[in-house]
């Protein structure tokens, strides 16, 4: 799954509705009070903090939990992506970083349009 830089977790073309719940579930022990963690070191991507793994678990639980809960109570895609829209997450702060706002706002809807699809093909 892919990081996809500082300003949005992505959740990638090649994502599948299991691997992007087991990956949150992994960040959520992450940022557990008990883990103590000061710099991560990823691959592909610009050092993080424990802060930056807790906005990226708050992102990605809220858009998979909200969105199942919203497909479930019959709402379109289209009211999905009105409630979900970039601005609900605008106090995520670093992630919302690198002067790119219109590839960040391309990256959210993908990932709307992504879980939305995960969860047509999970029915």
Avoid at 48 to 59: E, F, M, S, V
Avoid at 69 to 82: D, F, I, M, P, T
Wanted: net charge neutral; glycine share 6%; proline share 2%.
């Amino acid at each position: 799954m892919s990081q996809g830089g500082r300003w949005l977790p992505d959740f990638g073309d090649k994502a599948t509705l299991s691997s992007i719940r087991r990956y949150t579930s992994v960040l959520k022990e992450l940022v557990n009070d008990v883990v103590q963690i000061d710099t991560v070191i990823p691959c592909h991507d610009a050092f993080a903090t424990k802060q930056d793994l807790q906005a990226k678990y708050d992102y990605m639980s809220d858009m998979l939990a909200g969105i199942t809960e919203a497909k479930q109570k019959g709402l379109s895609l289209q009211q999905v992506k009105e409630r979900f829209s970039l601005e609900r997450y605008a106090r995520l702060g670093r992630l919302w970083l690198g002067g790119q706002p219109e590839k960040v706002r391309e990256k959210h809807q993908n990932n709307i349009d992504r879980i939305w699809n995960y969860l047509l093909q999970d029915d």
